[in-house]
């Protein structure tokens, strides 16, 4: 079935050094990925996203890559603050006739700052 | 401008009870999704309006669930004879178009006693 997974539940950064987030997903069909931010009490905020026809897209102090070959997806967050610390969700819609825009979320990473 | 609103922030019910919680999407956002969020847990997709029709209402998990909007603009999510596993975060996202970037509201959590 279609799933989407991230590599570690809990990434701990040095204020300042860059992070990386690691994202696997299984459905090869699937055309447009998201990344999510979500912090404690609220809903998910948008951060950036890519089209299966683009290998990497950047955005302020964030940058997604895929890799459709190993079915991969990271996101890189430049010289990470404390206002980074959250909870990080990939998501994918899968394509096909049916395809309605569904998002299919993984199980989020949490990303820890410590000054 | 105005985000994704959701109504009420917090609810608090008892086992059997029906509830109703609203979403108010960005203006102008024709597509509009229901999503569930256990603790620890990303959402998971219920249901999804394209104006006025539910599209896809897949995600439903019993027919208990039912979600309306009926003039292509604010829906409520309805759960009938809630149970204990109801209780979560019910997230409600618009877009311009299916299809493009969702925008989330606060979410509403509800919790079954």
Redesign the interface.
Known sequence: GESVGLHLPTLSVQEGDNSIINCAYSNSASDYFIWYKQESGKGPQFIIDIRSNMDKRQGQRVTVLLNKTVKHLSLQIAATQPGDSAVYFCAETPTGSSNTGKLIFGQGTTLQVKP | GAG?SQTPSNKVTEKGKYVELRCDPISGHT?L?W?RQSL??????LI?F?GTGA??DS?LPNDRFFAVRPEGSVSTLKIQRTERGDSAVY?C?S?V???????????TRLLVL
Request: glycine share 20%; proline share 7%.
């Open positions: 994704v597509a999704y999503y620890g847990q990303g959402p998971e997709f999804y394209q599209a896809d995600g997230l996202a877009s178009w299916f299809g493009e970037t969702q925008y989330f509201g606060p979410g």
